[in-house]
């Protein structure tokens, strides 16, 4: 996925429209809502990354969208657009979205089904939903590349998890592992990633590794973690420590969240636009090279829609962040 202005994923100085507030052992995050452009854009919440917090393990980025009324807001159309250091998680639980890219992938991204495209050095994809669909809702999750693997080659993935049932859980792990269940698809860091699903009332416990951090992005119903509530649209996070996450639905229907995790990643990374770096002039150099149609990023085909032009630069220089001190 991809915003249309630089402003939707760029992060620099000081500067930054975000939320965050204490919640005992658990810092909220909350929202903010971003338009991915155009007179019917759709709208997606996001909560990663913002100026309290960057990263939750290697996770950089996170947006949340829907229910949306396709007929309503045009859905996703997402023309072609470069990525370079990260992977693309993406995830849904409602709708259809159709992916290709530049390694000649074509996809159809459903309910349940992880879809993950590593960019790497540099890769370019086009997202968009499908006449199939009459409600897309979701997330689309970016994963910071570390910096030995950060120019490895592009490359495409997709696994269906098998659901885990357990004290009124279900689970579908689509990345790491968790309750017993382990995804196949290879990461660059340690991770997790899962959805899971209370029934009304509901409380699960479960082992997570203590070295990782974790975040709870809440989908639908009031979920309590660690003696927190988190609401729908929320991400609780959890520092490093804890053999163990206690999940309670507080509501009298189903609760849906999606669990993140990982390794604390202590590399500073530039984040903007679509692109992963290092280095404000990684960031030059990126652009400059989509803006030329390098080959760098490759060509989409099969896609009518015209490519993305790069957004102007801003007058100062991007600089490195890394998340607060622990």
């Not at 429209?17 to 810092?27: I, P």
């Not at 509530?229 to 206690?246: D, F, I, K, M, S």
């Amino acid at each position: 996925m991809s915003g249309t202005e630089a402003e939707t994923v760029e992060i620099h100085g000081e500067g930054g429209r975000d939320g965050g507030r204490a919640g005992g052992e658990v810092e909220i995050l909350t929202p903010r809502d971003v338009p991915l452009g155009g007179p019917r854009a759709m709208t997606v919440r996001r909560t990663l990354p913002q100026r309290s917090r960057t990263l939750i393990g290697a996770w950089c980025f996170a947006d949340h969208y829907g229910p949306d009324d396709v007929a309503r807001t045009g859905g996703m159309r997402v023309p072609p657009h470069p990525h370079t250091g990260l992977q693309t998680v993406s995830w849904l639980f409602s709708g259809e979205i159709e992916h290709r890219d530049s390694l000649g992938s074509h996809a159809l991204v459903r309910p349940g089904e992880l879809n993950l495209m590593t960019g790497g050095h540099g890769i370019s994809h086009s997202e968009f939903s499908t006449a199939r669909t009459s409600v897309l809702h979701g997330v689309q999750l970016w994963v910071a590349l570390p910096e030995e693997h950060r120019h490895t080659a592009r490359d495409f993935r997709r696994h269906v998890p098998e659901p885990v049932r357990t004290d009124g859980a279900e689970i579908r792990v689509f990345l790491g592992a968790l309750a017993g269940s382990v995804s196949p698809v290879p990461v660059f860091t340690p991770l997790l990633g899962a959805e899971i699903t209370l029934a009304p009332h509901a409380s699960v416990t479960l082992a997570v590794d203590p070295a990782f951090e974790h975040g709870l992005l809440v989908d639908q119903g009031d979920v309590r973690l660690a003696g927190t509530v988190l609401r729908p649209a929320e991400l609780g996070y959890v520092r490093p420590g804890r053999g163990a996450l206690t999940l309670r639905n507080e509501s009298a229907g189903p609760a849906r969240t999606v669990l993140l995790g990982g390794a604390p990643f202590e590399e500073e990374i530039v984040l903007w636009w679509n692109f992963v770096g290092r280095s404000h002039d990684d960031i030059i150099r990126a652009r400059r090279e989509w803006e030329e149609a390098s080959d760098r990023f490759g060509v989409v085909e099969g896609c009518p829609a015209e490519r993305l032009p790069a957004p102007a630069l801003p007058h100062a220089v991007i600089r490195p962040r890394r998340n607060p001190q622990r």
